[in-house]
């Protein structure tokens, strides 16, 4: 019990941050946690936005991409800035600042 009297009475866990966002759209949970990009996106994407509010984080991390294997350097373009890449021989190097 909180100290308000209220109580938890359960916790479901979602196959999916969509699925999380659709149960909450349709009023199937009142209150969740998950990451906020995700969050925002699919609250967004369902036009219920402004239906829900946040609260300060629970905890703070890391939200990370996964590529192809064979976009390892698209993507290292995107973190690092310009790169020259030779992507028949898998190498990138870094094109200077003018």
Known sequence: MDRMGHHVLNLKRYSSSETLAI???NQEIRVFCN?????VYYLNKLGVEN???QSAPLYFGEFH??????EALLEASAQI???DT??????AKKIPQA
């Open 51 to 53: 239906d829900f509010r």
């Open 86 to 91: 030779d992507v028949s021989s898998g190498t």
């Open 65 to 70: 991409r996964a590529v192809p294997e064979f």
């Open 23 to 25: 149960a909450a759209a």
């Open 81 to 83: 800035g310009s790169i």
């Open 35 to 39: 990451d906020k990009p995700p969050s």
